[in-house]
């Protein structure tokens, strides 16, 4: 048996059309002003402002370009802002990226994100899901988190009596723009396959 639940998103067409490449240090601006400099990225600006781009019927520019500077920065850096859940949303990746927290590491996973996409999924919304990609004592490493958008969801479950064997995230992914074929793959023990990215997923967080 396959269960699914999607919306009529797709990065190639919904999605920001540039990659997540931002010169390291960056100004960040807002109104003219500069708040911060940019280090790891904007991956959960990029996906925070396509979502609300899509559920408001309203395209994304165009460029194909990575922005220096003007509005599409300082949108994105709003959008970052907001998807960075302060001072939450930091603290859940730094105890998850905690080494001996493997148990935390599935039970969000598990428990936590994919129930989290789903009923986002159900209300007709693309869900922002955070990806621990780092196992890590610094806090610096927090950087090397990442932000994804899943519109899709798919659970194969080939006997109704046992649990499922795998559960199946369409995503865009910003550091893959225009690509529809980034999936999450997730393993009944929690473990996750990026099949795109050779990087590691070790977690996926809430974000929503």
């Not at 905690?98 to 996973?109: E, Q, V």
Request: charged share 15%; aromatic share 6%; net charge positive.
């Amino acid at each position: 048996m396959s269960a699914s639940v999607a919306i009529a998103f797709r990065p190639s067409e919904h999605g920001w059309h540039f990659p997540n490449q931002w010169t390291k240090g960056a100004p960040a601006s807002i109104s003219g002003i500069t708040v911060g400099r940019v280090y790891g990225g904007l991956c959960g600006g990029m996906c925070v402002s396509a979502a609300k781009a899509w559920h408001a019927g309203k395209p994304l520019p165009q460029t194909r370009e990575v922005p220096s500077d003007g509005p599409i920065t300082a949108m994105l850096w709003e959008a970052q802002l907001q998807s960075m859940d302060l001072p939450q949303g930091p603290l859940r990746y730094l105890r998850l990226q905690l080494p001996m927290a493997a148990a935390a590491r599935r039970r969000s996973t598990l428990g936590a994100a994919i129930p989290a996409v789903r009923r986002t999924l159900q209300t007709g919304r693309a869900a922002p899901l955070g990806l621990v990609r780092a196992l890590s004592w610094n806090p610096a490493a927090v950087g090397q988190h990442h932000v994804v958008l899943v519109y899709r969801l798919a659970v194969s479950q080939p006997d109704p009596a046992l649990p499922p064997t795998e559960v199946v995230l369409s995503a865009y992914d910003p550091n893959h723009p225009d690509d529809n074929r980034v999936r999450l793959r997730v393993g009944p023990d929690g473990a996750i396959e990026h099949t795109r990215s050779g990087k590691p997923v070790y977690a996926l967080v809430p974000l929503t």
